[in-house]
């Protein structure tokens, strides 16, 4: 081949190939079963329905419930509702979008990658607070609640809630959130919300030859239609684990010194500031200040809850008289590197 031809042809091959990548998410939204629900999707598969399967959504419900996620209250009857909790409402503790994304290999979350590295880096690029509870995006499809040392911790609290997402809630309702638990109808309410927000097979990362195959699932046998159970089920978290973590031992402690203030910042925005901002729902105001950043460095080299290797472990608890409280962080929504960076970040405050 002529040498000119041959540089023509490969540069158009990078356009073509090129072209197509960038495409791709286009191709994805054009199988029909994208707006497929995924509980839907596994009963067609032959998989039974969740125990809180809801037939028929009521979308005035589901707004009502959405009022009760995002306010703690809404109007019923014509009447203004009494709020949940007089301290929190659902979203301070938990997030109602997707947490990772549908990327692969870009040091970005894929669907089921809990890092939480990786899932500041999604947080930051999304916009989204970066919280302790696991976000409700999804609730809808999960079977498995209080998950791991939550289950350990909160034993008999926690037992009917493990496996039952109303009584999930109302565990939350009551408990988390230092509130009550709700009436028939807002929990009804609530989990009309949580249907309208269920997963469609389109928030899957699944591939196009099993969408494909999704597609004929009359045709296939039950070898067929259980492997494709299994790939959907991958794609999404059935149930987030939970490991609770101890204060760093202080011969552990690296001070900030190897942190990155960076993601520090990050994590002290999207987090701490998500109550302590404006002190939202706490006494304890905290901002970008030099002063904040010299309170937790005076402390951070003890075991007491100013200390950051302390409250990021163990939160608060609620006290008769004063019931907000610090939910802790487990290992999984927060991890030994970034409270380093947490520190690195207040260093750099307190030398402003
Ligand atoms: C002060 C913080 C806080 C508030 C407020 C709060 N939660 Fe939670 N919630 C948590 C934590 C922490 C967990 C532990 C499990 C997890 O989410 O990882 C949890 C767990 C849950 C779970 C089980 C999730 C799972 O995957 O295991 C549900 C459902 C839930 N909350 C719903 C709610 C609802 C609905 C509200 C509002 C009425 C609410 N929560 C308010 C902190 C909170
Ligand atoms: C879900 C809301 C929430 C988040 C997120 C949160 N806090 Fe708190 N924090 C509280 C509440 C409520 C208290 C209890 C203080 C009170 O009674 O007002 C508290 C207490 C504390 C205390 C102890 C104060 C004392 O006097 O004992 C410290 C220190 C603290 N938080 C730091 C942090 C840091 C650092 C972060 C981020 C990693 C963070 N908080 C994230 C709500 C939150």
Redesign the pocket.
């Known amino acids: 081949m002529h040498k000119l031809s041959f540089l023509v042809f490969l540069f158009s091959a990078i356009l073509v190939f090129s072209f197509n990548w960038t495409n791709k998410k286009n191709v994805y939204d054009h199988y029909e079963v994208d707006q497929w629900g995924v509980e839907e999707a596994l009963i067609k598969l032959g998989d039974s329905a969740y125990n809180h399967h809801i037939a028929n959504l009521d979308p005035k419900k589901a707004e009502m419930g959405k009022d009760l996620v995002f306010k703690g209250f809404t109007t019923y009857n014509g009447k203004k509702s009494k709020r949940i909790s007089p ?2 409402v659902c979203t ?2 938990h997030n109602t979008k997707r947490e990772t994304g549908l990327e692969r290999g870009l040091g970005m979350a894929h669907p089921k990658d809990n890092d939480p590295e990786k899932r500041l880096a999604y947080a930051i690029k999304n916009d989204l ?1 970066f ?3 696991s976000t409700l995006w999804g609730i809808y499809n999960r079977t498995s609640f209080y998950n791991g040392d939550y289950r350990k911790k909160y034993l008999g609290l926690v037992d009917k809630a493990k496996d039952d997402l109303p009584e999930a809630i109302q565990v939350c309702s009551q408990y988390c959130s230092s509130g009550r638990s709700l009436k028939d109808w807002e929990l009804e309410a609530m989990m009309h919300y949580f249907k309208s927000e269920e997963l469609k097979i389109k928030d899957l990362g699944l591939f196009p030859n099993i969408k494909k195959n999704l597609l004929k699932y009359q045709s296939l046998d039950s070898g067929e239609k259980r492997s494709l159970i299994y790939s959907i089920k991958d794609e999404y978290f059935q149930s987030y684990p939970a490991n609770f973590s101890y204060t760093m031992p202080k011969n552990k402690r690296g001070y900030g010194e190897n942190g990155n203030p960076k993601a520090g910042k990050e ?2 925005e999207r ?6 901002g404006e ?6 105001g ?1 901002d970008n200040s030099k002063l904040t950043g010299k ?2 460095l005076k ?1 951070m080299k003890g075991y ?5 290797y302390q ?2 472990r163990w ?2 608890y609620p ?1 008769s008289g ?1 019931k ?4 802790q ?1 487990s290992k999984e929504k ?1 991890s030994d590197d970034q ?1 380093e960076d ?1 520190i690195a970040y207040m260093k750099k405050l307190s030398q402003k």
């Open positions: 301290y929190f301070d503790c607070p919280l302790p509870g994590l002290f987090s701490c500031l998500h109550c302590h002190k939202r729902v706490t006494y304890l905290l309170f937790f402390y007491r809850d100013q200390s950051l409250i990021i939160g608060t006290k004063r907000q409280y610090m939910p962080y927060m409270i947490l």
